[in-house]
């Protein structure tokens, strides 16, 4: 069964906005998606209906909290389908969970870690950092239209390789990589895996069972969620090894002047006051898209993809492979003598067209192929043909503007 847009779009009342009497088209989810009623509502909950501290406070509204708080673990559990509750870190975003694992792997001189030649920044400083202390660092080469080269990573596996890093869908060019294969050839190499599904998670549907991988983060405000969320999973037995880089309030359950005993995980991952009302919005997003199906959010944003394609195929230098199947939800682009930087704020004062400009936090890639940057249009589920068509329309009129 196929998706309703129309009835979705009434969830986000800010696609009910006009600039100039005219609709916007936002086609940068790839950055932040747009919220629906639902996760803004229960949001405001907690600020409008019971605020207080959840874990440390016993009167109702501080157990209240606790227990919406441990709710959206639930959910969360259930959205990934990870095997226990404790698994599930509430992070910042993706950025905090990638290094919350880089860090406590406590990796030594002589160790290596392999990773794509697309990784965004959150992924690929994390290692890069870890060089300092003699830690190696490989990057597996991408085919000539950037899809995963399987024979490349195999070649780089040896008993160095203590860690492979890598991107699940790219946010460069919406490339998903072959993540299942990649985890069995780490794994026969006893090699852990983290995945970067930032740009995943929101749009596919993931089974960390059924992939067995060992780490995985991704980002809240992706997939309908306020900023400042994610979540980190991991398997039990990994993090019950692993010591906290961040320690404070809730991480521990006693201390003296000389010593302290850290909580149990998830907790001890958890430091501080928490965004207890971000998390909540979480859950709430995560419950959203488990309704909608990501199985119909994918076909979709494929199939707008497809649309746009066909239409500026001969007018744009595509990122990534030509086959719009390839690429999800993503359209990256260049067009000659043009600087995207220019293209898409022409596009927003003059049409409403809300795209992104720019290295799109990749810039090891774009250094490597000589470009300044691309201009980038993302899609998700509550995008229509009609907005489509928009953006094709405003680039063709825009582009002969600047050219």
Same mark, same amino acid.
């Given at each position: ?126 290692? +890069?950092?870890?060089?300092? =202390?003699? @830690?190696?660092?490989? *990057?597996?080469?991408?085919? !000539?239209? #950037?899809?995963?080269? %399987? ?20 946010? +460069?060019?919406?490339?998903? =990589?072959? @993540?299942?294969?990649? *985890?069995?050839?780490?794994? !026969?190499? #006893?090699?852990?895996? %983290? ?42 037995? %990994? ?42 919005? %979480? ?121």
């Amino acid at each position: 069964m196929g998706l309703n847009i129309n009835k979705i779009r009434e969830d986000f009342d800010i696609l009910k906005k006009k600039i100039n009497n005219k609709p916007i088209t936002y086609l940068d989810s790839a950055c932040v998606s747009l919220k629906p009623r639902q996760v803004v509502e229960k949001i405001n909950s907690y600020y409008n209906e019971f605020t207080a501290c959840g874990g440390r406070s016993m009167h109702r509204f501080g157990n209240r909290v606790t227990d919406e708080v441990e709710k959206s673990r639930g959910v969360i559990k259930k959205f990934i389908n990870s095997k226990k509750e404790n698994e599930i870190i509430f992070t910042r975003n993706s950025t905090e969970g990638l290094n919350i694992v880089t860090k406590s792997l406590e990796l030594k001189k002589g160790d290596k870690i392999i990773q794509t030649d697309k990784e965004h920044n959150s992924s690929l400083l994390p290692c +890069l950092v870890l060089k300092e =202390n003699g @830690v190696l660092h490989e *990057i597996v080469k991408s085919n !000539d239209d #950037n899809t995963f080269n %399987l024979e490349n990573f195999e070649n780089k596996m040896d008993k160095s390789v203590k860690l492979v890093s890598v991107v699940h869908t790219s946010n +460069l060019d919406g490339v998903t =990589n072959p @993540v299942k294969e990649i *985890i069995k050839i780490a794994h !026969d190499h #006893n090699a852990l895996v %983290l995945l970067d599904s930032a740009q995943s998670v929101p749009h596919k549907d993931i089974d960390v069972k059924n992939l067995d991988v060992d780490f995985m983060a991704f980002s809240g405000h992706k997939m309908l969620g306020s900023s400042g969320t994610g979540i980190l999973y991991g398997k039990e037995h %990994l993090l019950n090894g692993f010591k906290p880089f961040l320690i404070g309030g809730e991480t521990v359950t006693d201390s003296t002047y000389n010593s302290y005993t850290l909580e149990k995980i998830p907790h001890r991952f958890e430091a501080g006051l928490q965004n207890y009302a971000g998390i909540m919005g %979480l859950g709430e997003a995560a419950k959203y898209l488990m309704r909608i199906g990501k199985s119909n959010i994918e076909k979709h944003e494929t199939n707008l993809n497809k649309r746009i394609t066909e239409k500026l195929i001969d007018d744009v230098k595509i990122i990534g492979p030509e086959d719009s199947s390839l690429r999800g939800g993503v359209f990256n682009f260049n067009i000659e003598k043009t600087d995207p930087h220019e293209l898409a704020l022409m596009l927003d004062e003059s049409e409403n067209v809300m795209i992104r400009s720019g290295a799109h936090c990749v810039h090891s890639w774009y250094n490597a192929h000589n470009l300044d940057g691309s201009a980038r249009a993302t899609l998700y589920f509550y995008n229509t043909e009609e907005e489509v068509d928009r953006f094709v329309e405003a680039v063709k009129k825009v582009s002969k503007l600047l050219l």
